[in-house]
T-cell receptor, first 112, second 115 residues
Framework: GESVGLHLPTLSVQEGDNSIINCAYS??????FIWYKQESGKGPQFIID?????DKRQGQRVTVLLNKTVKHLSLQIAATQPGDSAVYFC???????????FGTGTRLTVIP | NAGVMQNPRHLVRRRGQEARLRCSPM?????VYWYRQLPEEGLKFMVY????????ESGMPKERFSAEFPKEGPSILRIQQVVRGDSAAYFC?????????????FGEGSRLTVL
């Protein structure tokens, strides 16, 4: 599979600030993207997804932005809380595929 | 509704031994996916199974690794003659249908350490 990479391997933010985690993908055939949160010792937990026919999707305190022109994906977390501390992965796939391609992850640390 | 259950959570093996990892999908789910995660890396797809069938094993190493999902009982990922490079976390995910979307639910993983 093609690589899914993240610009920042670590990110530290103050509690209450907004966080932005970035992801670059290279497979132009990918049409579906997911952000996962993985806490230490646990499995990935779905946060939010977006299809390639959209450029923005909002959830509770989270927003995903997709820029297909530059193959870039970002996750914005509003009012970051200590419980948001985790490793965040973007994953890409395409319709009909059986598997997800995961990036290497960004470790988010929230400073109280 | 219990989530995806994996056991053992931690497994230590010596080189050359066999490792068996088990995954019980969520109730009502008949599709199981196995992923491997090396330290500080993202998950990598290994195999996708339905009951009694391997649908996609494109991510499985050609030797020593096998997977099954019998009609009754959990899915098993089996690694024969383990080597140090097999040390990783192995995650199982399940879904009610063939999917690569947010309907995929991951277990907490089995962490294999090969001495």
């Amino acid at each position: 599979g093609e690589s899914v990479g993240l610009h920042l391997p670590t990110l530290s933010v103050q509690e209450g600030d907004n966080s932005i985690i970035n992801c670059a993908y290279s497979n132009s055939a990918s049409d579906y993207f997911i952000w996962y949160k993985q806490e230490s010792g646990k499995g990935p937990q779905f946060i939010i997804d977006i299809r390639s026919n959209m450029d923005k999707r909002q959830g509770q305190r989270v927003t995903v932005l997709l820029n297909k022109t530059v193959k870039h994906l970002s996750l914005q977390i509003a009012a970051t809380q200590p419980g948001d501390s985790a490793v965040y992965f973007c994953a890409e796939t395409s319709t009909g595929a059986n598997n997800l391609f995961f990036g290497t992850g960004t470790r988010l640390t929230v400073i109280p | 509704n219990a989530g995806v259950m994996q056991n053992p959570r931690h497994l230590v093996r010596r080189r050359g031994q066999e490792a068996r990892l088990r995954c019980s999908p969520m109730k009502g789910h008949s599709h199981v996916y196995w992923y491997r995660q090396l330290p500080e890396e993202g998950l990598k797809f290994m195999v996708y199974l339905q009951k009694e069938n391997i649908i996609d094993e494109s991510g499985m190493p050609k030797e020593r690794f096998s997977a099954e999902f019998p009609k009754e009982g959990p899915s098993i990922l089996r690694i024969q003659q383990v080597v140090r490079g097999d040390s990783a976390a192995y995650f199982c995910a399940s879904s009610p249908r063939q999917t690569n979307t947010g309907e995929l639910f991951f277990g907490e993983g089995s962490r294999l350490t090969v001495l």
